[in-house]
C-alpha cells in the first residue's frame, strides 16, 4: 500500500497563492493516477484536479480552472497543487489520492476510483 502525505497547507489572504505538496511513499508512485480532492464542512468531497501517471493528461473542476496546476515529479514521488488567485470558497481539506490502475485514455475524477488517500492539509483562504 502506498502512503500518502499532504503538506503546504495554510492561511491565506483571497487573491494569494499556496503550493500543496503529496509526497509518496514506495518505488512505485510512477504508475499512478494521481488526483486531488477537497471537503469543506457541510460539503461533500468533491474533485479537483487529477493528472495522469506520466504527467500527459490532466483535468480540473471548473472552479479551478485556469488557476490551479497539478503537476508531478515521479522522480521525488510527490505531486503538486499550485493553487492561484485563491478565493474563499477554495476554503477546504485538500486531500491527495491515487489510483492503482491508471487509465489508459483520460484521468479520473470519480473519489470512488482511487484507492490511496492522504490525510489532508487544510487551507483557508480569509476574504
Known amino acids: 500500500q502506498v502512503q500518502l502525505v499532504e503538506s503546504g497547507g495554510g492561511l491565506v489572504q483571497a487573491g494569494g497563492s499556496l503550493r500543496l505538496s503529496c509526497a509518496a511513499s514506495g518505488r512505485t508512485f510512477s504508475i499512478y493516477d494521481m488526483g486531488w480532492f477537497r471537503q469543506a464542512p457541510g460539503k461533500e468531497r468533491q474533485f479537483v484536479a487529477a493528472?495522469?501517471?506520466?504527467?500527459?493528461?490532466?483535468d480540473y473542476a471548473d472552479s479551478v480552472k485556469g488557476r490551479f496546476t497539478i503537476s508531478r515529479d515521479n522522480a521525488k514521488n510527490t505531486v503538486y497543487l499550485q493553487m492561484n488567485t485563491l478565493k474563499p470558497e477554495d476554503t477546504a481539506v485538500y486531500v491527495c489520492?491515487?489510483?492503482?490502475?491508471?487509465?489508459?485514455?483520460?484521468?479520473?475524477?470519480?473519489?470512488?476510483?482511487?484507492?490511496?488517500w492522504g490525510q489532508g492539509t487544510q487551507v483557508t483562504v480569509s476574504s
Open positions: 493528472i495522469s501517471y506520466r504527467g500527459g493528461r490532466t
Open positions: 489520492a491515487g489510483e492503482s490502475s491508471p487509465r489508459l485514455v483520460g484521468v479520473s475524477t470519480k473519489e470512488s476510483q482511487y484507492d490511496f
